[in-house]
């Protein structure tokens, strides 16, 4: 130890330093030391004063008087002029009811993520956020905010990315609390000045706009916009043709809102497509078979859409799909062994009316379909069912309306890698097949309205994973057996 020279043991500590702080390296320089300057320091503080750690991940010890704050939890410093540039502090659970306004004394930060945590469903505060005119990534997703998003986010001219989304907004019993509104400034001022945005999350935020109205903006002011993700919005009307110049569209999400229009051909001319997510969004028309052709595709989800018509011939080879849902759509595929050239394909859900023989047999040879569903079963006879049981590496299945009253159960028991098996609505007309009771992986079990009847196996205590049992709407006597310990169960769609 006396060996070590101090310059050395400087190098050595400051180095982990570096590490433990991350994103710095590389570019550090390791001989600096680089203080917080005090008044960053004082307005990081207040903000820990506001809030409240009952439910919090951390109770951010690091944060004390006195000490560096270019060390502290989820605070980085430009090593330049030690001001605050980032401050991280997503998915800790921390409550305040409203954002501090010291927040806005950091006015050199450029990244400022707040997101998961619960503001209490305060307002964004009105002024404030125009100071920090720096930043280039604001997400505050998920963190329990509500009412009219402020003008001052629109003054925010360097942002890149901007998350104002909340994957809650769909709960009922959130709805109220948690959710924002872009009425007054309207999509059209928010976006006048966003000429650098790339990365545009507003889920759930209610919006209310028409086609012509939010399409023309974003192709006005956003002409280079790569993620567009406006889920739930409230946008109705077709979707304007102004919108087949984003072509530099990398993912695109406007499922949930009422689009009613014919789905546009030129999606197919956006080769940097990688995400199209449209479920439950009214379009009609014809589907571009070319879409499938698209280089980087993975994730093509058009459920919902009753009256979109998808003529498929076949599926190129090579395709990149990993996630494919076109249950509820009017599709129809000419060459369904051509599913078997979706090597990637990872989750699929579908109706089971196109279920044939070919299509079920390219099917159990794709060794990475992890998630099946199937819904709307109109044939009744066994080969139905068991081609399911040749998917060996099946993780997530979900079946609705089936009738499986005349077939053997077996091909359940073959499933040896399911976590979640999910049957509603069905028709067993008998026991819960005991076949279940080999699948010692599964977490999730539910068999709502399945028409089972006889006693809840004593089996089921067997399979130690299980998290999750909902049995509800059955004939089943015996303890009534309807376990949650998780928070959310979501697998139909
Ligand atoms: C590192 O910092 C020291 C002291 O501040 C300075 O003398 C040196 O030039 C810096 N080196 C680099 C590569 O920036
Ligand atoms: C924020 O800055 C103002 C002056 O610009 C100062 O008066 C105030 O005390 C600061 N607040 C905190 C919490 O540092
Ligand atoms: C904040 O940190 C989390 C990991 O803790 C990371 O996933 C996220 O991307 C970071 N936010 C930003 C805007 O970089
Ligand atoms: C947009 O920027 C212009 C000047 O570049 C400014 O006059 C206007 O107020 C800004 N709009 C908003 C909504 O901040
Ligand atoms: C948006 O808000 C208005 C007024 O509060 C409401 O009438 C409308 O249903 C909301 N839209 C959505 C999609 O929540
Ligand atoms: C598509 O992506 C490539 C590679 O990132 C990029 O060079 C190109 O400009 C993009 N195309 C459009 C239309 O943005
Ligand atoms: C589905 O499309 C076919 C044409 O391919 C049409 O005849 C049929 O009526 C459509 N079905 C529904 C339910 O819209
Ligand atoms: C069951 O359905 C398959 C495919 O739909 C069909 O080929 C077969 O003949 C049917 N078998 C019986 C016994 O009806
Ligand atoms: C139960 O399932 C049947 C179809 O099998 C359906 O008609 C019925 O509405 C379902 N009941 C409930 C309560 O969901
Ligand atoms: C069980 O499923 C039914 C029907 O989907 C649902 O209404 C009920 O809330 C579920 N129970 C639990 C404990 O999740
Ligand atoms: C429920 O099961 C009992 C026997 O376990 C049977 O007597 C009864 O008829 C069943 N009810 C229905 C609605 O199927």
């Given at each position: 130890?006396a060996?070590?020279?101090?310059?050395?043991?400087?190098?050595?500590?400051?180095?982990?330093?570096?590490?433990?702080s991350?994103t710095?390296?590389?570019?550090?320089?390791?001989?600096?030391?680089?203080e917080?300057?005090?008044?960053?320091?004082?307005?990081?503080?207040?903000?820990?004063?506001?809030?409240?750690?009952?439910?919090?991940?951390?109770?951010?010890?690091?944060w004390e008087?006195?000490?560096?704050?270019?060390?502290?939890?989820?605070?980085?410093?430009?090593?330049?002029?030690?001001?605050?540039?980032?401050?991280?502090?997503?998915?800790?659970?921390?409550?305040?009811?409203?954002?501090?306004?010291?927040?806005f004394?950091?006015?050199?930060?450029?990244?400022?993520?707040?997101?998961?945590?619960?503001?209490?469903?305060?307002?964004?505060?009105?002024?404030?956020?125009?100071?920090?005119?720096?930043?280039?990534?604001?997400?505050?997703?998920?963190?329990?905010?509500?009412?009219?998003?402020?003008?001052?986010?629109?003054?925010l001219?360097?942002?890149?990315?901007?998350?104002?989304?909340?994957?809650?907004?769909?709960?009922?019993?959130?709805?109220?609390?948690?959710?924002?509104?872009?009425?007054?400034?309207?999509?059209?001022?928010?976006?006048?000045?966003?000429?650098?945005m790339?990365?545009?999350?507003?889920?759930?935020?209610?919006?209310?706009?028409?086609?012509e109205?939010w399409c023309?903006?974003l192709?006005?002011?956003?002409?280079?916009?790569?993620v567009?993700?406006?889920?739930?919005?409230?946008?109705?009307?077709?979707?304007?043709?102004?919108?087949?110049?984003?072509?530099?569209?990398?993912?695109?999400?406007?499922?949930?809102?009422?689009?009613?229009?014919?789905?546009?051909?030129?999606?197919?001319?956006?080769?940097?497509l990688?995400?199209l997510m449209?479920?439950?969004?009214?379009?009609?028309?014809?589907?571009?078979?070319?879409?499938?052709?698209?280089?980087?595709?993975?994730?093509?989800?058009?459920?919902?859409?009753?009256?979109?018509?998808?003529?498929?011939?076949?599926?190129?080879?090579?395709?990149?799909?990993?996630?494919?849902?076109?249950d509820?759509t009017?599709?129809?595929?000419?060459?369904?062994?051509?599913?078997?050239?979706?090597?990637?394909?990872?989750?699929?859900?579908?109706?089971?009316?196109?279920?044939?023989?070919?299509?079920?047999?390219?099917?159990?040879t794709?060794?990475?379909?992890?998630?099946?569903?199937?819904?709307?079963?109109?044939?009744?006879?066994?080969?139905?069912?068991?081609?399911?049981?040749d998917?060996?590496?099946?993780?997530?299945?979900?079946?609705?309306?089936?009738?499986?009253?005349?077939?053997?159960?077996?091909?359940?028991?073959?499933?040896?890698?399911?976590?979640?098996?999910?049957i509603?609505?069905?028709?067993?007309?008998a026991?819960?097949?005991?076949?279940?009771?080999?699948?010692?992986?599964?977490?999730i079990?539910?068999?709502?309205?399945?028409?089972?009847?006889?006693?809840?196996?004593?089996?089921?205590?067997?399979?130690?994973?299980?998290s999750?049992?909902n049995?509800?709407?059955?004939?089943?006597?015996?303890?009534?057996?309807?376990?949650?310990?998780?928070?959310?169960?979501?697998?139909?769609?």
């Open positions: 130890m060996s070590i020279s101090w310059p050395i043991l400087l190098l050595l500590v400051s180095g982990q330093l570096y590490t433990t991350g710095i390296g590389g570019h550090g320089n390791l001989t600096a030391t680089f917080c300057l005090p008044d960053q320091a004082s307005a990081l503080l207040q903000l820990k004063r506001s809030f409240s750690f009952e439910c919090a991940t951390t109770t951010l010890p690091s008087d006195g000490m560096d704050c270019c060390r502290w939890e989820g605070v980085d410093c430009d090593t330049a002029t030690s001001h605050v540039n980032a401050l991280n502090l997503s998915k800790r659970n921390l409550y305040s009811y409203g954002i501090d306004q010291a927040l004394n950091l006015t050199s930060i450029q990244l400022l993520d707040l997101s998961m945590n619960d503001f209490g469903g305060s307002q964004l505060p009105a002024v404030g956020f125009e100071r920090l005119s720096l930043l280039t990534h604001l997400d505050l997703s998920s963190s329990g905010v509500s009412g009219q998003i402020p003008i001052s986010i629109s003054k001219t360097n942002l890149v990315s901007l998350d104002l989304s909340n994957q809650y907004a769909n709960d009922n019993n959130e709805i109220s609390r948690n959710h924002l509104l872009l009425w007054e400034p309207s999509f059209k001022t928010m976006v006048r000045n966003f000429s650098k790339r990365e545009l999350y507003l889920d759930g935020v209610n919006i209310s706009s028409s086609g109205e023309t903006a192709v006005r002011y956003i002409p280079r916009i790569r567009l993700s406006l889920e739930n919005c409230g946008l109705y009307g077709s979707i304007h043709p102004s919108f087949s110049s984003l072509r530099s569209l990398e993912v695109i999400n406007l499922q949930l809102n009422t689009m009613s229009g014919a789905f546009p051909q030129y999606f197919a001319d956006f080769l940097n990688s995400v449209l479920l439950g969004s009214d379009l009609n028309g014809l589907f571009p078979p070319k879409i499938f052709e698209l280089k980087h595709l993975t994730s093509l989800e058009l459920s919902g859409n009753a009256n979109l018509m998808l003529k498929v011939e076949t599926l190129p080879k090579g395709c990149s799909l990993e996630t494919l849902a076109l509820g009017n599709l129809s595929i000419a060459k369904p062994s051509s599913f078997g050239n979706l090597r990637f394909l990872q989750a699929l859900h579908l109706d089971a009316k196109v279920i044939s023989k070919e299509l079920s047999s390219s099917l159990s794709l060794d990475s379909l992890e998630e099946l569903s199937l819904s709307r079963f109109v044939l009744l006879n066994e080969s139905l069912f068991s081609w399911i049981g998917i060996k590496n099946l993780v997530f299945l979900t079946l609705e309306y089936g009738d499986f009253s005349r077939t053997s159960n077996s091909w359940i028991g073959n499933l040896i890698n399911l976590e979640a098996l999910v509603l609505n069905s028709f067993f007309s026991p819960i097949p005991p076949e279940i009771g080999k699948l010692k992986n599964l977490k079990l539910s068999l709502n309205n399945c028409s089972l009847s006889g006693n809840i196996p004593a089996w089921i205590a067997n399979l130690k994973q299980l999750y049992v049995l509800s709407t059955n004939n089943l006597s015996g303890k009534v057996l309807l376990v949650t310990f998780l928070k959310r169960l979501d697998f139909t769609e």
